[in-house]
């Protein structure tokens, strides 16, 4: 099931390291993310598996000693833009991420056709070239803002 985007909007997915950088460490680089969310002009999804792996991640005692961790806010930001959908297919043999827990983001940004996965992610970013023919731009928040922010 794919999901529909409304004509302003593009799909994206977010790397738990992306979602990270916004709303934890308040990155500068995930501004033009939040403004794009905020006006609709994309449309972020996500599965159940993506909401786990967020969580576990910041559940870790050591993390959560290390860095002052607003959950209410993290779970607003999630419960505000993220749009739950079912686990996406699995992705061609080409596009078959090293690490196996990254598989869920190239899996769910192939099935559904989104323009962009944002990540920091190694393993994910090594796939930009194998994804590129079906229309997913693999690359850090970085990049997305430079190509589309409005300014």
Same mark, same amino acid.
């Given at each position: 099931?794919?999901?529909?985007? %409304?004509?302003a909007?593009? #799909?994206?997915?977010?790397?738990t390291?992306?979602?990270?950088?916004?709303?934890?460490?308040h990155?500068?680089?995930?501004?033009? $993310?939040? *403004?794009?969310?905020?006006?609709?002009?994309?449309?972020? $999804?996500?599965t159940?598996?993506?909401?786990?792996? /967020?969580?576990?991640? #910041? &559940?870790? *005692?050591?993390?959560?000693?290390?860095?002052?961790?607003?959950?209410?806010a $993290? &779970?607003?930001?999630? !419960? &505000? !833009?993220? !749009? $739950?959908?079912m686990?996406? =297919?699995?992705?061609?043999?080409?596009?078959?991420?090293? &690490?196996?827990?990254?598989?869920?983001?190239i899996?769910?940004? #192939?099935? !559904?056709?989104?323009?962009?996965?944002?990540?920091?992610?190694? *393993?994910?970013?090594?796939? *930009?070239? =194998?994804?590129?023919?079906?229309?997913?731009a693999?690359v850090p928040?970085?990049?997305? =803002? /430079?190509? %589309?922010?409005p =300014?």
């Amino acid at each position: 099931m794919s999901v529909p985007s %409304t004509p302003a909007s593009v #799909l994206v997915v977010l790397d738990t390291n992306v979602v990270m950088d916004g709303w934890l460490f308040h990155h500068p680089a995930f501004n033009v $993310i939040a *403004a794009a969310l905020a006006d609709a002009r994309v449309r972020w $999804i996500a599965t159940q598996a993506m909401r786990d792996e /967020l969580n576990h991640v #910041l &559940d870790r *005692a050591a993390f959560n000693s290390r860095w002052s961790v607003d959950r209410q806010a $993290i &779970d607003r930001a999630w !419960h &505000d !833009h993220a !749009h $739950i959908v079912m686990t996406a =297919a699995s992705a061609p043999a080409r596009c078959r991420c090293s &690490d196996p827990d990254d598989q869920k983001f190239i899996d769910l940004a #192939l099935a !559904h056709r989104c323009q962009w996965l944002l990540t920091r992610d190694r *393993a994910l970013l090594r796939l *930009a070239r =194998a994804a590129r023919p079906y229309g997913v731009a693999i690359v850090p928040p970085e990049r997305f =803002a /430079l190509a %589309t922010d409005p =300014a």
